[in-house]
């Protein structure tokens, strides 16, 4: 680690902030530990208290291009929204971009917050922020409440039942030039799932062959870069069969292809439910190759050899 600063406010004594820098990470964290045993309390007219954390980028608020990572990819908030959608509040799977123009922007990520919200009129919390603020929301607080049967009640033990005391939400941040779909999701992914070290039984490990000329290796490979690999399963009611499904985050058509450790004897296009197309019948199987259309999803139904 490069250095740590760690933010404690008079003003707001229920949350700390950590900011780190790490040495050869191209990347901000930042950690918010909120005590939710020592929160305002919140009176009953007020039915609840939200509690957001504000991210105050200095970008132009007319010019910024906002992007929400979801299943599919990357959706443009609220270009991509339905009609009559609510525009200022959105969810996002793990990663949200902004960009001003072509030149630079910050691609953010949440390892525990989904819902952002856009400061703005709709927003009937007090506004600490101008207008077009990115803020995370992180719950939402309440002491009293009606019941049907109880009317009026208060809710005496601050925690659920085995809830810990202090509940944290992590962040990080990074800049970049341009816009790029797949580095932004493998961003949010690297930072939002903890590597793990396991060790092989001696009969797994690989060995050193041509094929493996290190101690380590993949039995399946998929190409390009981007192209992500969702699903390999048993086919339901076939033998030496499965289904394979691929997703391409990006905004133009890929063609994918798939490297495995066993002879392919035939391939088929399939749907999502894994039903064969009529003349989807696949050609090139060894390597694979699938056409996987912008921001889509293809599936294949792979017969292997026993």
Request: aromatic share 8%.
């Amino acid at each position: 680690m490069l250095n740590e600063l760690v933010i404690e406010r008079t003003g707001t004594p229920f949350v700390r902030t950590v900011v780190r820098l790490w040495r050869g990470v191209p990347r901000l964290e930042i950690t918010h530990v909120l005590d939710r045993t020592a929160l305002p309390p919140v009176p009953r007219e007020q039915h609840s208290q939200w509690h957001f954390f504000g991210f105050p980028l200095s970008l132009t608020a007319n010019g910024v291009q906002l992007r929400a990572e979801g299943p599919l990819g990357f959706r443009r908030v609220p270009e991509d929204s339905l009609p009559g959608a609510t525009v200022d509040k959105f969810a996002a799977q793990r990663v949200v971009d902004l960009r001003e123009g072509a030149g630079y922007g910050v691609t953010l990520a949440s390892r525990q917050a989904a819902v952002w919200q856009i400061n703005g009129p709709s927003l009937s919390a007090p506004k600490p922020w101008a207008d077009r603020v990115l803020m995370s929301t992180a719950l939402s607080h309440a002491l009293e409440g009606i019941t049907k049967d109880q009317g009026l009640t208060k809710f005496d033990a601050p925690l659920e039942p085995g809830a810990p005391r202090e509940q944290v939400f992590d962040y990080a941040l990074t800049a970049n030039a341009t816009f790029d779909a797949v580095a932004a999701e493998r961003f949010g992914r690297e930072f939002a799932v903890p590597l793990r070290a396991v060790t092989l039984p001696k009969p797994m490990f690989p060995r050193r062959t041509a094929k493996f000329r290190e101690p380590s290796g993949s039995f399946l490979r998929v190409e390009p870069e981007g192209v992500e690999w969702l699903t390999l399963r048993p086919a339901t009611g076939l033998e030496n069969a499965f289904l394979l499904r691929l997703r391409n985050p990006r905004d133009r058509e890929a063609e994918a292809m798939v490297t495995l450790p066993i002879h392919v004897v035939s391939a088929q296009s399939c749907d999502l439910l894994g039903r064969p197309l009529s003349k989807g019948e696949l050609s090139e199987i060894n390597p694979l190759r699938l056409r996987v259309g912008p921001r889509g999803i293809a599936t294949a139904l792979v017969q292997v050899k026993e």
